[in-house]
């Protein structure tokens, strides 16, 4: 069959009843860069058909799993059946490491209120509020994040006042979140839920000074796999302060101190965007758009960042770890890219990664034939240019939308409005915007927003990538068809990814999977001629 990718993508909806085919279509595009700088129009954040088997998780997971989950000494205690707790306990990867023995790190633990029948017939408030004194009790943290499952929506029970009283009874910062998994279209509604919570009940509330020269926040970064431990070296040696992550190795007070920061990294648009136009309104800290996945994305960020500080040493420290670092990422790229050269990639993955690992694909000579996200929103594929241009449909204003005006005392703009110009001017800063994922693609490219399993198959069969980045939901599956697959959510049981040394890191485990002919040799259960379990239980 023909590889021409607008062949090809009739050829993936084609199976569709005539609705579906025509939703999946919009929701499918072949890159082009047109001559007034557009991209084609992505239809995307939008409800998943029945039927479809996505790869998309809820909007409590957003909340919960992705944003919350890495901060280890807020206690997360989820308002739900167990289920929804367990299945979010420990499955991302999301390092930290506490300065000694005794400093709390609750992420090992699974706090649920185990809903059981009787309580969604009368209400769980009561138990909500015995489980909130138990945990207390047990851990006597600074704060504990109520997570609001499903039922908890459908029944009514009020998490918000129940935190209200029990903060007022405890004297410590309880607060509810109402991200009920069905709340969104997908866990993109439990970031923006989040970064509300965030922004609303910790940001901003310890005034610590510090009189470092650079300082800064990372967000979007969640250190997954370790990524935030490179990262923080790499800080370290050039010099810059890093007051928070959101939220990779955070704490809770690293976070209400977040607002004396002078900028704002923003590595993950999709998931931390909010909080960064929150905090720009409120305090005045600016934001830009950052890439720590590459070795040459990273040398490019650091740059970045040395020339928004405006300063000659640390332009020159910065320079001086890149040149350091570039060394032996050099040696190992040298060999990989012989052997990795013209091996094809796909990524289906998330809101950020299918656009950010593209980078370290190129940079071992390999090319990207087919991209998307799970529940990115348009700006991350087209750029936040066509932000002002879009509807806001009835899942997306079910979020709250917080107004946000300049704090009296607080708000302090960091840069004079001749500099905010300046840099706004140089389209490589990405100084208060995202280009989003395709205009960094070649053309004639496949891009597929929530991607379905069906249409992952087909794909597989027709192109047969060297390697296809996914998850674990897919993982099996892909191998299954012969074609390596790489978690990019998990890393696997690899990583660190992020900055120099996570570079070489990919380069090597990428070399060894699209090198290997491994899943090549699989016979597939469907056309083995093993018998089933039932077949066997027949005859
Ligand atoms: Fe941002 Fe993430 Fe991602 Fe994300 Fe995620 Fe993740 Fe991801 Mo899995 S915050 S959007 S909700 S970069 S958990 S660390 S890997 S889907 S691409």
């Known amino acids: 069959m023909s590889k021409d990718p607008r062949v090809v993508k009739d050829e993936l909806v084609q199976i569709y009843p005539k609705k579906l085919r025509q939703k999946r279509s919009e929701q499918m595009v072949v890159t082009e860069h047109r001559e007034d700088g557009s991209v084609p129009v992505i239809k995307s954040n939008v409800r998943t058909s029945p039927g479809i088997i996505t790869q998309r998780g809820c909007t409590y997971a957003g909340c919960k799993g992705v944003i919350f989950g890495p901060t280890r000494d807020i206690l997360n205690l989820v308002h739900g059946p167990i289920g929804c707790s367990f299945y979010a306990w420990l499955t991302r990867r999301n390092q930290t490491r506490t300065p000694n023995e005794t400093a709390p790190n609750f992420m090992n633990y699974c706090l649920s209120t185990d809903m059981q029948e009787e309580n969604i017939v009368f209400g769980g408030e009561k138990k909500l509020k015995l489980a909130v004194k138990e945990a207390y009790e047990l851990f006597h943290p600074k704060s504990i994040a109520i997570f609001s499952t499903c039922p908890v929506g459908l029944i009514g029970d009020d998490v918000h006042a129940v935190a209200r009283e029990m903060s007022a009874e405890l004297g410590i910062n309880i607060f509810g979140l109402s991200c009920e998994g069905y709340r969104g279209v997908s866990q993109s509604a439990g970031h923006h839920i989040a970064n509300n919570g965030l922004f609303k009940n910790i940001i901003g509330l310890d005034e610590t000074p510090h009189d470092d020269k650079f300082k800064i926040n990372l967000l979007g970064e969640y250190n997954i796999g370790g990524d935030g431990f490179v990262l923080e070296e790499i800080f370290k040696r050039c010099g810059i ?4 992550t959101f939220s990779g ?3 809770y007070d690293s976070m209400a101190n977040s607002h004396t920061a002078d900028l704002n990294l923003v590595m993950c648009h999709r998931s931390i965007n909010y909080a960064a136009e929150m905090m720009e309104k409120k305090f005045g ?4 758009k950052v890439n720590f996945i590459g070795a040459d994305a990273t040398a490019k960020t650091l740059r970045k960042i040395a020339q928004y500080f405006e300063d000659a040493e640390l332009a020159e420290r910065v320079e001086q770890v890149i040149a350091e670092e570039m060394a032996t990422v050099e040696a190992t790229r040298a060999v990989v890219k012989a052997r990795c050269q013209g091996k094809t990639a796909m990524l289906f993955v998330g809101g950020s990664r299918a656009h950010h690992y593209q980078t370290l694909f190129t940079e071992i000579g390999m090319k990207t ?5 799970e529940f990115g929103h348009r700006d991350d594929y087209e750029g936040r240019n066509v932000l002002p241009g879009l509807k806001v449909d009835a899942d997306s204003r079910n979020i709250e939308e917080l107004t946000v005006v300049p704090d009296p005392e607080r708000y302090r703009p960091r840069r004079t409005p001749d500099q905010v110009a300046k840099l706004e001017g ?3 800063m990405e100084f208060r915007d995202y280009i989003g994922m395709m205009k960094e693609m070649e053309d004639d490219q496949l891009v597929i927003d929530d991607l379905s399993h069906h249409e992952t198959e087909r794909l597989l069969e027709i192109y047969k990538p060297d390697i296809f980045c996914a998850g674990i939901k ?5 191998q299954k068809m012969g074609i390596p697959c790489k978690q990019l959510h998990s890393y696997d049981y690899g990583g660190p990814y992020a900055g120099f040394r996570g570079a070489i890191n990919f380069f090597n485990d990428i070399d060894r999977m699209v ?3 491994i899943w090549s040799y699989v016979t597939p259960p469907w056309q083995s001629k093993t018998k089933l379990p039932e077949e066997v239980a027949a005859d």
């Open 369 to 373: 034939i087919a991209a998307g996200y």
């Open 285 to 288: 800290i600016p934001w830009m």
């Open 515 to 517: 090198n290997m002919k």
């Open 249 to 251: 190795n955070s704490t």
């Open 426 to 428: 140089l389209s490589e």
């Open 474 to 478: 897919e993982k099996y599956a892909v």
């Open 241 to 244: 302060k890093q007051i928070s």
